[in-house]
């Protein structure tokens, strides 16, 4: 992806925004391009819940498939101040704790609905973490409401055919969930 491209792109918007910032750094991480912004009025930038942020990163994608004449949109993911890699965090947190859950119980949990990028998150993190090699994870659900279901991968051996899989949510006060952007 064009570094100087997402730069000015990016830089043109928050202006255009009259959204304060100070740098924009580029770079490639695994299968995408990762954009920090530092600003010293990230609030701003982030809007309530990152709704700005999501907006902003939406409207750079779309400038940069047409000024790049891509035949689809970059996986560009902005971040300001770190914001973004911390929801990241909370979302690896709450699926080590609800892993632990389907561990002891032995059913499925699935956790709160959440956006895309983020299902994709826990997807690779239950994938790529050795202490989670026991568990699998599938997605349940249409929209917004899509969420992702954690379970033991063995139990995938009892499921008959065409038997439905109906995910086991669990309520609970404070799962840390509500404040998380996703």
Same mark, same amino acid.
Do not use: C
């Given at each position: 992806?064009?570094?100087? @491209? #997402? ?5 043109? @918007?928050? !202006? ?9 750094? =580029?770079?490639? $991480?695994?299968?995408?391009? *990762? ?11 982030? /809007?309530? *819940? ?7 990163? *939406?409207?750079?994608?779309?400038? #940069? ?11 560009? &993911?902005?971040?300001?101040? /770190? ?7 909370? &979302?690896? !947190? ?7 859950? &389907? $561990?002891?119980? %032995?059913?499925? &949990?699935? @956790? ?8 994709? #998150? +826990? *997807? ?18 249409? %929209?917004?409401? $899509?969420? +992702? =279901?954690?379970?033991? !991968? ?10 439905? @899989?109906?995910? +086991? #949510? =669990? ?12």
């Amino acid at each position: 992806m064009d570094a100087k @491209l #997402i730069e000015e792109t990016v830089g043109n @918007l928050l !202006k255009e925004l009259e959204l304060p910032f100070d740098s924009i750094t =580029v770079e490639e $991480r695994e299968d995408m391009t *990762h954009a920090e912004i530092t600003s010293s009025m990230a609030s701003r930038i982030i /809007g309530w *819940h990152g709704e700005t942020l999501n907006s902003i990163q *939406h409207l750079a994608k779309s400038i #940069i498939r047409q000024q790049g004449k891509l035949e689809r949109s970059p996986f560009l &993911v902005l971040d300001v101040d /770190g914001y973004r890699a911390s929801q990241e965090e909370k &979302v690896k !947190k709450i699926a080590s704790a609800k892993a632990d859950f &389907v $561990r002891r119980s %032995g059913s499925r &949990v699935a @956790l709160a609905p959440m956006s895309p990028y983020f299902r994709r #998150i +826990v *997807h690779l993190y239950v994938a790529n973490t050795p202490e989670l090699s026991d568990l699998t994870t599938e997605s349940s659900g249409d %929209g917004d409401y $899509r969420q +992702v =279901v954690l379970r033991l !991968k063995d139990e995938a051996a009892k499921i008959q055919d065409g038997e439905e @899989l109906a995910p +086991v #949510i =669990v309520e609970s006060t404070d799962d840390g969930l509500a404040n998380l952007d996703i």
